[in-house]
């Protein structure tokens, strides 16, 4: 039979493979702007229109597209003018990591009058997990002539001509992602075999039946891997991560595990015959969490023990400052496995250059640590790896951690030939990594005037079946989340527990984030029990010029140097009266309304020895090039350095072009993680300019421009490093805001108000910085009320895609008033503060003390689903029924 399908204007004769998607056909045919978010029609990442009918390709049969006409992202506008929906989407500065953009834009240019009229059912087949969706919403308005419909203060307007270098790109889907660079000639393609089983030993792999299927290459175990035990954390200082990892193991600690690699010559043979290999295991008792962990009969997890760390402090004497309180509020907290759910799967290409030099390409924030970790691991010299990173789809801390580097590079060395693991979402919600579960006891004195004489914290994180980042995430947790507080006696007793659950990692707020619910939350309670307004308590309670922190953390022991959180709290202080005397709500019998403050703090550079380098080379042509090892994953990192260099050197930033995330480039870069983007990869870039200045031109003083007879010069190059133990910490602070209101017949919550003070220091981007702030409330909101990675009673997560683990979408995001403070007098000139991570934290613990205004009920574990919430005011009002008889 005959198949003609025109794409973009193209006809295509060649008929699609039996069970093809639309997905995979365009894919193969250069339409990269097609992406993978989930291959089961949950994300819009693969929306294309079909006789213009936007429709996800990957539900879409191929075999369907015979006679019609299919427009990709890639063909939307007309020529080079880009489509109005994508014009709208460069100027509302709708996208951060970019990976959802031409979904949305192809359904959004799709939509009729009537949709209009009502955005969250007309998207919500769109997800994005960056953005928070509101400037989605004012693109979307925009590009059919509507008004924008926002809600920010305190951020100057841009011009929309100074829109991100990438922006054209990114809306007609030509930027390039992991898999969007062109393949190498003979690439293979790797598909898992997972153990079934929390714990066991892996007696026999019979790989035969695989082996025998057509194109098939390779079958690897554990016999074809190095013994080597190494640690799946990346930092520059690895200490702390405990080295109980292998590529592939004998020993299987968690459902999910890798046992087996199978190489083919396509994902859909390796996947077939993955299905064909027959292991034997030996099942072995496990243990399920850190109470079954730590009892004295408790299984051991690893070699090493089931404790992966500790952390022991103590300020003052507790029992005395519990004696001295006048209130003392006492509290468990437990905090749930969620997953970091970037739309961009984990990917990792590798092969060998005609040179015989190792080529790896992945998804992770951090080239130059997984460079050393692979040859540490593999035995290699440093020079024969070269590991380069395109463009990220989001990101959250899950690029901190190898995840698919280490088997990709493991079957090219074993088979000689190019090959590629690319994760489907349910491997990336089943089998990696994931925020760690904490419980926490709290317990908070204080006397009459809120003045804190006391705080205990008993910690303990469940870091599932591998230590990685678990020892140094409950430092941080430990320290953080009270680094702005002042309290004389402080004991916090912290374990870090190895379970036989999935593995925890790196995700965005680092632990911090866990803690402050339960600090946060139990400061709320304790307010009410003073019969305080929980924002004159935290007045009352923060830390003040001069002062040091209880705990020292990634700042040390150094004072104080500005008052970012009272002016924060002023300002919010102000927005909160203003909002409440507009509109006044009180709860009725059903719709109960309530309100929660929350703060958090963090520090401006992280504990790790993390080094930035940049190299700044001046151009025949008068442009500059700034090498970095920082890939874009969303955070608008290679705009504010273009504005760095820019500065520095007296030009415009259209004459700046970053080349970044290449081991090439540099010798050393610890990467983009724990919001250092900016702060010390600006750093470095600006003495990399400045010492380019300095040796075109001679000494300069406070001026470090080239100038113009310079620019024809030779092509100089310079470079710059900043290290976080050389840089004096500051503290950013931020405060969240929200009312809601409960359904009591439902148990529904609805964000009616919700307001941010971030005080960012010097804010380069501002556009960018709300974008970060509105995204992280928005995560927080679905961590709160429903994200939640759930497991049947043998360890199997059983919500494996993006249908039952639910994250928020465009219907489910409020507006969030962003107010971004001006840089205190005590800050250092262009000194920012991060802000990727730290509007997370607070998202929580403000939302769980609205929610006990609203219901006078304390929720002390998360998620607060609809049901949950539904069946504690039930029983709180059969309770009072059953008082009142």
């Known amino acids: 039979m005959s198949f003609t399908v025109r794409i973009d204007g193209q006809e295509s004769a060649e008929p699609p493979r039996p069970g093809q998607c639309l997905r995979t056909y365009l894919r193969e045919r250069g339409r990269t702007g097609v992406k993978k978010g989930c291959d089961t029609g949950d994300c819009g990442a693969c929306t294309v229109q079909v006789d213009g009918l936007a429709v996800h390709s990957c539900l879409y049969p191929a075999h369907r597209a015979d006679g019609r006409a299919v427009t990709t992202v890639q063909a939307l506008g007309e020529g080079d003018r880009p489509h109005p ?54 693109a979307v308005r925009a590009a059919y002539g509507h008004a924008p419909h926002g809600g920010s203060a305190g951020a100057p307007e841009e011009d929309p001509a100074s829109a991100v270098p990438d922006a054209h790109g990114v809306v007609t889907g030509t930027v390039r992602f992991t898999l969007d660079h062109p393949e190498p000639a003979g690439l293979l393609h790797i598909a898992l075999v997972r153990s079934p089983h929390r714990h066991a ?72 015959a993955a299905r064909l290999v027959r292991v034997t295991y030996e099942v072995l008792p496990a243990v399920a969490d850190p109470d079954q962990a730590l009892a004295p009969d408790g299984v051991r997890v690893s070699e090493d023990g089931n404790i992966a760390g500790e952390f022991h402090r103590a300020v003052g004497d507790i029992e005395a400052g519990l004696a001295e309180a006048d209130a003392v509020y006492e509290g468990t907290f437990r905090t749930q496995r969620v997953q970091h759910t970037a739309m961009e799967c984990h990917a990792s290409r590798a092969w060998t250059d005609p040179d015989g030099r190792l080529r790896l390409h992945c998804a992770t ?239 401006s550079v992280p504990a790790d020895g993390h080094i930035a380098r940049a190299a700044v080379t001046l151009r025949d042509d008068g442009h500059y090039e700034v090498a970095t090892a920082v890939p874009e994953f969303g955070t608008g990192t290679g705009t504010v350095l273009r504005r760095i260099a820019a500065h520095a050197l007296g030009t415009e930033p259209d004459r700046i072009h970053l080349c970044d995330a290449d081991t090439d480039l540099l010798d050393h870069h610890s990467g983009g993680f724990a919001s250092t983007g900016v702060i010390l990869t600006g750093q470095a870039v600006a003495r990399a300019c400045q010492a380019l200045a300095e040796r075109v031109n001679g000494p300069t003083g406070d001026d470090p421009s080239v100038t113009e007879a310079a620019r024809t010069t030779t092509r100089p190059r310079a470079t710059g490093t900043a290290c976080a133990e050389d840089t004096v910490p500051s503290l950013a602070y931020c405060a969240q805001w929200f009312r809601v209101e409960v359904d009591a017949a439902t148990g529904l919550v609805r964000v009616l108000d919700s307001v941010h003070v971030a005080d960012a220091g010097t804010v380069m981007d501002a556009e960018q910085c709300r974008g970060q702030v509105e995204g992280a409330v928005v995560q927080g909101i679905g961590i709160t009320l429903h994200e939640h990675l759930l497991g049947d009673g043998d360890g199997r997560i059983t919500t494996s895609d993006l249908r039952t683990y639910d994250i928020p979408r465009f219907g489910d995001a409020p507006l969030t008033e962003v107010h971004l403070l001006p840089p205190h007098s005590g800050d250092r000139p262009a000194s920012p503060k991060p802000m990727s991570e730290l509007p997370l934290v607070t998202a929580a613990p403000a939302l769980a003390n609205a929610l006990r205004d609203a219901t006078g009920i304390r929720f002390t574990t998360l998620p607060v689903r609809p049901d949950t919430l539904w069946a504690a005011l039930t029983a709180a009002t059969a309770a009072t029924a059953a008082d009142g008889d």
């Open 201 to 272: 030993r892996v007696v026999d792999v019979d790989a035969a039946a695989a082996l025998a299927v057509p194109g098939v290459h390779a079958v690897l175990t554990h016999h074809d891997a190095p013994p080597t035990r190494f640690s799946t954390a990346l930092h520059e200082h690895t200490e702390d991560d405990p080295a109980d990892t292998r590529v592939l193991d004998d020993i299987v600690r968690h459902v999910g595990q890798r046992v087996a690699a199978v190489v083919a010559d396509s994902p859909t043979t390796a996947a077939e």
């Open 85 to 138: 929906v994508q014009d709208a989407f460069v100027r509302s500065r709708a996208f951060q990591c970019g990976y959802c953009t031409p979904g949305f834009v192809m359904t959004a240019a799709a939509l009729g009058a009537e949709q209009l009229t009502d955005l969250p059912q007309a998207l919500k087949g769109n997800l994005c997990r960056c953005t928070g969706y509101r400037p989605i919403g004012e």
């Open 365 to 603: 924030q951090t080239p130059h640590l997984v460079r050393r970790r692979l040859c540490e691991v593999f035995g290699l010299a440093p020079d024969r790896l070269r590991v380069t990173a395109a463009r990220l789809g989001g990101s959250f801390g899950r690029g901190q951690d190898l995840q698919t580097e280490h088997i990709a590079l493991l079957a090219a060395l074993r088979t000689g030939r190019p090959v590629q693991l690319e994760n489907t979402r349910a491997d990336e919600l089943t089998a990696t990594t994931t925020r760690h579960p904490f419980t926490v006891r709290v317990t908070l004195g204080a006397r009459h005037d809120g003045t804190l004489t006391a705080l205990r914290l008993r910690v303990v994180s469940d870091t599932g079946a591998y230590g990685n980042h678990g020892p140094s995430v409950l430092e941080v947790a430990c320290t953080e989340a009270i680094a702005h507080y002042r309290c004389p006696n402080v004991l916090i007793e912290g374990t870090c527990v190895r379970t036989h659950n999935v593995p925890a990692g790196a995700f965005r707020g680092y632990g911090v984030g866990q803690l402050a619910f339960a600090v946060e939350s139990a400061l709320d309670e304790l307010a009410r029990h003073l019969r305080l307004d929980p924002l004159p308590l935290r007045e009352r309670a923060y830390l003040r010029a001069g002062e040091t922190a209880p705990m020292p953390g990634a700042a040390g022991l150094h004072p104080v140097v500005d008052t970012g959180l009272a002016r924060c709290l002023r300002t919010l202080g102000q927005v909160r009266a203003d909002r409440l005397r507009a509109r006044p709500l009180r709860s009725g019998p059903r719709l109960l309304i309530g309100e929660g403050l929350a703060v958090a703090a963090q520090h």
